[in-house]
């Protein structure tokens, strides 16, 4: 299956050491650029994702799956001398697990001095909880992150797990293994990227903690301009039991939406005198209450209010911005979000559905050098297998 030649990443090749959740997230938007990303699956049996069909699996989207048993040396060997050839390789296990394996930096270094080696843990490589187990929810809870999300008075909101594995962690994984490989054509020397979702979603908050240090932030939830503290950065119920989210930040823009909602009794001046903050909610509660969501997005439109009607997913792909944007596309009977970012030259793309596990491992075997013989050996090893 040939590589996308005009994605940025063409030429780049990555070999990834099968995981699940931001490691495969990372590998996912690598490929989409146009690298050739390697997926080496590991045999049924493993502790993985959600039980879906592959095809639904899409953050194995664009690359190919070889299937090799890394409890084999011969597997084991056989890794290696692909890294021997590979820019980049990516692994998500807990700290030691891959030098365990004979696939640490070490040994992938020895082999290949130019590589770059990216690492994807919870945690981190170092420190008190560096082996505890770990997810999304548990990294943000550490790092002041699911503290601030949320309405005064209720627990912490859940952000999905969107600010810890794939925000904090996958795309912080892909802008250092990006930059590493521009380093390593210029010194002719690889080295390892940590990425932990502690340091990625704690980078997140740069904005807020500064505003925090600068007294323009508080601890408490929900009392702040961009945590539902203030009126005119909110979600509102409407009439049909839907909702739309307005962020009239900017001065204009809240009077804008003054007189959208019909508030021409309001000061505009005092939109941010938190005194008044309480008694605009209720205000603004009851007047989004007399209209359907829709109707207030057809009202909004063209007036510079800042106000959106909230989508569900499966409203979202059929918005005439996200459908005149293709921000959503359909791969093999599967609506999926779009390769992003956009690039005028060399546009990346979905490279290939979602494959099977170990659904190229000869094909890819023999891509990577290695002749029918070897191959045969590797698979009366039960190293490889063609599934």
């Given amino acids: 299956m040939t590589q996308n030649p005009r994605g940025p990443l063409a030429g780049v090749r990555i070999v990834e050491l099968g995981s699940i959740g931001p490691a495969p997230f990372c590998c996912m938007l690598l490929a989409d ?34 299937m090799m048993d890394l409890k084999k040396p011969e597997a084991v060997a056989a890794v290696l001398r692909m890294v021997r050839d590979a820019d980049v390789l990516v692994e998500g296990f807990r700290p030691g697990v891959a030098e365990r394996l004979g696939l640490g930096p ?10 770059v080696y990216g690492r994807m843990t919870g945690w981190g490589q170092e420190g008190p909880l560096a082996q505890e187990p770990g997810h999304d929810i548990n990294y943000i809870a550490l790092t002041g992150v699911l503290h601030s999300v949320g309405r005064a008075g209720e627990a912490p909101a859940i952000p999905l797990n969107l600010a810890g594995d794939f925000g904090g962690g996958s795309l912080y994984l892909a802008l250092g293994i990006v930059s590493a490989v521009l380093e390593a054509r210029g010194s002719g020397h690889g080295q390892v990227v940590d990425a932990a979702m502690v340091d990625g979603s704690a980078s997140l908050m740069t904005l807020l903690y500064g505003m925090r240090a600068a007294g323009y932030w508080g601890d408490e939830r929900g009392t702040n301009r961009l ?53 605009m909610k209720q205000r603004f509660a009851a007047a989004f209450r007399t209209r359907s969501r829709d109707a207030w997005a057809a009202l909004a439109a063209g007036t510079e209010s800042c106000i959106t009607p909230v989508l569900s997913m499966g409203e979202a792909p059929a ?7 293709r921000t959503f596309v359909e791969v093999d009977g599967v609506v999926q979000p779009a390769p992003a970012p956009r690039f005028s030259r060399t546009p990346p793309s979905i490279q290939c559905p979602p494959a099977r596990a170990g659904q190229h491992t000869d094909e890819v075997l023999s891509d990577w050098g ?18």
């Fill in 319 to 325: 918005h005439p911005q996200l459908q005149a944007r």
């Fill in 106 to 115: 070490q040994a992938c270094h020895a082999v290949n001095p130019r590589l």
């Fill in 370 to 387: 290695f002749s029918p013989s070897e191959i045969e050996v590797l698979r009366v090893a039960g190293a490889a297998r063609q599934c």
């Fill in 33 to 66: 650029l146009g690298a050739d990303v390697i997926r080496i699956d590991r045999p049924p049996g493993h502790d993985g994702g959600a039980p879906i069909a592959a095809r639904f699996d899409l953050l194995n989207r664009s690359r190919r799956s070889a």
């Fill in 227 to 279: 945590d539902s503290g203030a009126p005119w950065y909110n979600v509102y119920e409407t009439q049909d039991g839907k909702h739309v989210g307005i962020a009239a930040n900017e001065a204009r823009f809240y009077r804008n939406a003054l007189t959208l909602l019909g508030l021409d009794d309001v000061d505009p001046r005092q939109q941010h005198d938190q005194s008044t903050w309480p008694a």
